[in-house]
């Protein structure tokens, strides 16, 4: 939450009074507000979709979506290529997955990076060659291993020293050539916006620690013992180092320390035993706008730089530079996506402003209910975002009311915007858009409250195509045998 929501309703930089819409971030570059004060998305009116697709839905606008590919890639091909390094772009499917969209991104030169044996299973139904998939997990099952190992992913990310061994071992069952394997290693660089999407700190639990246990000098580091042990399996091919530092970061530097960490240990492992891990992968993080007035990291800024230390630092240790990696997930398809929802109960609330004794300051809260909630967007109440909402079906020169924006679940804390300026004759029937809900919104959607979770509809060019299906009620009742 920012300080403003924790305050109160002050003046925050980030109110954007509604009617003041400006295209641009934190929209996707298809929206526009049209001559008689509808938004459209990719040529085609937010009012139509409702209609058509009902609400809640999630909208994807997919030249945007490409765009921010495209750009991701060229950005980083340009800068590596300066430096004389190679460099492929994974996109995280955990971000957002489905068939079309693993089948867009594999067009526009991406490769997928998968957290599971189903995200594995959708890159792999849309077609995309399992060398261009790589799979990732801290507790992968023996099912996911084979399944990886069985479609011939082109790495498989370990993440302990169990499962060095266990990878081995299905290797070994199957023949064949050794698996490709990638180390992750945590670093000890802490990045991005909250604690439990920072994942490169020491207490938690992916990867394996680069440090060394106090007063124990002369013994390895966890990574350093497991790239030994992938070393000594024949069964294996180690592939490359892995290190994600966090997520929604907009400060890059931290990319620059844990590069120069990893390269550093795969220094130290060349000097040690002469070989030289010819792949280093950064991860993903890259931060995005949520709010007006906020910026995305710019690709082609921390490319250059991102390449520009990781060669300075293969220079200072002598060693020539790998071929790199990179896996953002929101970057490329949070900005691409809003949240179209139909409002219902409008409830103005009297709040205590904060101040002292019986002459505390009260002021009046409207608490905006639509039609979704919690169950969509769960990132407000597990990480504290903030998100905006804009009147998406009208212009209104109605003065603007302090809103807060609450779903339809049995819970104080189902809030989707916590603080956004709306206009006051904000009324049931009207759509409210969010911005920037393509990352991470329906691939953390559950059905608490037995609520089916919304459509993914792509816009393109005036078009409109369902790419995930809203979910019924008999969907849920399915599963339930009675
Ligand atoms: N690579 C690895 C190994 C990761 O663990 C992640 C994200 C990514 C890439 C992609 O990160 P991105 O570029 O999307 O920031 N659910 C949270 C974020 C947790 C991300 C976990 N790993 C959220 O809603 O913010």
Redesign the pocket.
């Given at each position: 939450m920012s300080a403003a929501a924790a305050a109160g309703p002050t003046t925050s930089p980030t109110f954007s009074p509604t009617g003041t819409f400006v295209p641009g971030e934190p929209w996707s570059s298809g929206v526009r507000r049209g001559p008689d004060g509808a938004l459209s998305v990719g040529g085609v009116d937010v009012r139509e979709l409702a209609a058509a697709q009902g609400t809640p839905a999630y909208v994807l606008d997919e030249a945007d979506l490409r765009e921010r590919a495209r750009s991701y890639r060229r950005a980083f091909e340009t800068a590596f290529a300066e430096v004389g390094a190679g460099v492929d772009v994974y996109y995280?499917g955990?971000?957002f997955l489905s068939v079309a969209v693993a089948r867009w991104l594999h067009a526009e030169g991406l490769r997928i990076?998968t957290a599971t044996g189903g995200e594995l299973a959708v890159a792999l139904r849309a077609g995309v060659p399992g060398e261009h998939v790589g799979l990732?997990g801290n507790n992968k099952s023996d099912a996911e291993i084979a399944r990886a190992l069985d479609a011939g992913v082109g790495r498989i990310i370990v993440d302990s020293l169990v499962e060095v061994e266990r990878v081995a071992a299905a290797a070994r069952a199957r023949g064949g050539a050794p698996a490709p394997v990638m180390l992750r290693v945590t670093t000890g660089v802490h990045a991005g916006g909250h604690e439990y999407?920072s994942?490169a700190h020491e207490d938690q639990k992916f990867g394996l620690s680069l440090a060394t246990a106090p007063g124990a000098q002369d013994e390895d580091s966890p990574a350093m013992t497991a790239l030994l042990a992938v070393l000594a399996h024949p069964e294996l091919e180690l592939l490359g180092i892995h290190s994600?530092i966090g997520?929604?970061i907009l400060d890059p530097s931290g990319f620059e320390v844990a590069a120069r960490k990893v390269l550093e240990l795969r220094a130290a492992l060349a000097a040690r035993t002469g070989f030289l891990v010819p792949e280093v992968d950064l991860?993903?993080?890259?931060g995005i706008a949520y709010l007006p007035g906020e910026v995305s990291l710019d690709p082609d800024r921390i490319a250059k730089d991102i390449a520009a230390s990781v060669a300075a630092t293969s220079a200072e240790l002598g060693t020539p530079l790998p071929r790199f990696s990179i896996?953002?997930?929101?970057?490329i398809v949070g900005p691409a996506g809003l949240t179209l929802y139909t409002v219902g109960t409008v409830k103005p609330v009297r709040v205590a402003g904060g101040g002292a004794g019986p002459e505390a300051e009260t002021f009046v809260r409207t608490y905006v209910s639509i039609d979704g909630g919690m169950s969509d967007n769960i990132?407000p109440a597990l990480?504290g975002a903030d998100y905006h909402a804009e009147l998406a079906n009208r212009l209104s020169d109605a003065a603007p009311v302090l809103a807060r924006v609450v779903g339809k679940h049995c819970e104080s804390g189902d809030i989707v915007v916590h603080e956004v300026l709306l206009p006051g004759d904000v009324r049931a029937g009207d759509l409210l858009a969010v911005p920037a809900t393509g990352?991470?919104g329906r691939s953390?959607a559950s059905n608490y409250n037995h609520v089916p979770r919304p459509p993914v509809v792509a816009v393109a060019e005036g078009e409109t195509r369902v790419l995930v299906r809203r979910e019924t009620e008999d969907d849920l009742l399915a599963l339930d045998l009675g």
């Open positions: 995280a955990k971000a990076d990732h999407i994942t994600h997520s929604q991860g993903g993080g890259y896996e953002p997930g929101r970057a990132r990480y990352a991470y953390m």
